[in-house]
Structures are given as C-alpha cells and as structure tokens.
C-alpha cells in the first residue's frame, strides 16, 4: 500500500499538503503527526520525519528519506496527562464551590458511619467546626437534630441507606 492509503483517512491532507510542499521546493524537510491504519486495522499515531535526500539540478526532489516513528503511547500519555489536568481544574471548580456555598454539604460513609468531608458553612449552622464535627459519633450528630424533626430524619436515613442514595431534610 502507499504511505496515502495507510494514513488514516482524516489525516491524509496532511500528507498530500506535506508532499505538494517538498515538490514545490518550500521545504526541504518536515515533521508531521498523523494517524495510520495498521494492517489489522488498529489506528496508532506516528511522527513522520522527511527530507529530500537528492535533487535535480532544477532543485527538484527525486528522492525522499524518511523516519515514522510509532507515538501513540507518548500521546496517549498527553492525553491522560490533559485529563488530569481538566479533572484538577474540575476539582478546583468544584471545591470553590463548596467552600463558598450558604448550604451545608458534607459527605456520609453509610458503611463506617463516619462523615469524610463537611462544607464551611456547617460552623455557621450548626456552631461546629469542622474538624469537632467529622469527629462526632452518629449519636452526637443525631443529637443535634430536634426532636420534634428525629422521627422523619430517621426514616429518611433508613431509607438512604437500604436504597444506597436519597437525600433528608
């Protein structure tokens, strides 16, 4: 097959524009990244490194030399790695968000019964800090609650519980 047919089909301009530019004597040599179609049909990303090797006396290219080198692994990696960086953004979003909201959030573990995380706004509701919070007992957190509001708090986390979401107010 010629380097046009293995090149993935998306990227064959690439290709096509990298030799109309040889052959018109812009470059001398060029670097690329394109897809290509293995035999298999598996897609990989390479880095394709030419140059004119010989010329005519006109300056015309009549041959090539050539390097493809398989960097789908490093671009995959680039690509984890800018996940990443999109998901610390997120996090960093999120957490601003959290930390500036009027409503209390907090995070339960129903199988420890200990809460993770508990929002800043909890001081100004419940007068705990965090910290003297996320070490109170269930008991402790319970007894907070009045009593006229114990009953149906309750059920309602009984029923978080059996059915592993839900909310309560």
Not at 67 to 78: G, H, L
Not at 94 to 115: E, K, M, P, W
Request: aromatic content about 6%; some cysteine.
């Amino acid at each position: 097959k010629s380097s046009l047919e293995l090149t993935h089909p998306e990227d064959r301009h690439l290709l096509k524009n990298l030799y109309q530019n040889l052959r018109e004597c812009k470059t001398k040599n060029a670097t690329i990244e394109k897809r290509n179609i293995r035999k298999d049909d598996t897609v990989i990303k390479v880095r394709l490194n030419i140059s004119v090797f010989t010329s005519d006396k006109a300056g015309q290219p009549l041959e090539y030399i050539l390097t493809i080198e398989d960097i789908t692994s490093q671009t995959q990696d680039a690509d984890i790695k800018h996940l990443q960086e999109n998901l610390k953004t997120s996090e960093e979003r999120f957490q601003t968000l959290l930390n500036n909201s009027i409503d209390y959030v907090y995070r339960h573990n129903l199988q420890t019964g200990h809460y993770e995380f508990s929002s800043p706004s909890l001081e100004k509701i419940v007068g705990y800090n965090t910290q003297e919070f996320l070490n109170l007992s269930n008991e402790e957190v319970l007894a907070t609650v009045h009593p006229e509001d114990l009953p149906k708090l309750q059920t309602d986390l009984a029923n978080i519980i059996k059915q592993g979401k839900g909310s309560a107010e």
